[in-house]
């Protein structure tokens, strides 16, 4: 047994027995929060309402990106740059900053922009070469599905702020294009 409010933020959602009947408990939804039974067989027969409930709900619309690569020596010297960039663009804007060495291509750093607006996010990527000094752009890559692994790659395992990227030595990262 369970108290829930009994305004206009409480919902319930049918569910169906194993049997194919529905069940007579149906699933209590309060906004965002689900009340779920804890016996297995029982959350089995309610997880169908909730799933059901969660895929409608969210439509989620895939990030695109665009990594670019840098000749820039000092990552700290990008910073200005970037909360130039993450002003004007807002929420709207995910910004990475990656230090490397050791690229055939001379690239000291790599520089992510992620967005749900890949039409946009081009703009920003304009926008991100305007700002930089002479001589620092090298290339930028599109939707690039991981950075490790790649030919070119040799990630540093912390960055300026000195956290730790998830990148190890055995999986360093990859630049190859999303499927």
Not at 35 to 50: D, E, F, N, T, Y
Not at 88 to 110: F, K
Request: aromatic share 6%; glycine share 6%.
């Amino acid at each position: 047994m369970a108290d829930a409010p009994g305004d206009d933020t409480t919902r319930l959602l049918p569910c169906w027995q194993d049997n194919g009947q529905p069940s007579p408990f149906p699933v209590v939804a309060v906004r965002n929060v689900f009340v779920l039974p804890g016996v297995p067989h029982l959350l089995r027969q309610k997880w169908a309402a909730v799933s059901a409930e969660l895929q409608a709900a969210v439509q989620l619309a895939p990030f695109s990106n665009r990594v670019i690569r840098l000749a820039a020596e000092d990552e700290a010297a990008m910073a200005p740059l970037l909360d130039t960039l993450a002003a004007e663009w807002g929420g709207e804007l995910a910004i990475g900053s990656y230090p490397v060495n050791a690229q055939r291509d001379g690239a000291r750093l790599l520089v992510t922009l992620e967005s749900k607006q890949p039409d946009r996010l081009d703009v920003a990527l304009s926008r991100f070469e305007e700002l930089l000094p002479s001589g620092v752009y090298l290339s930028a890559q599109k939707d690039v599905s991981s950075l490790s692994g790649h030919p070119f790659s040799n990630i540093s395992r912390r960055n300026s702020f000195g956290a730790l990227h998830a990148a190890n030595s055995a999986k360093a990262w990859s630049l190859a294009p999303s499927q």
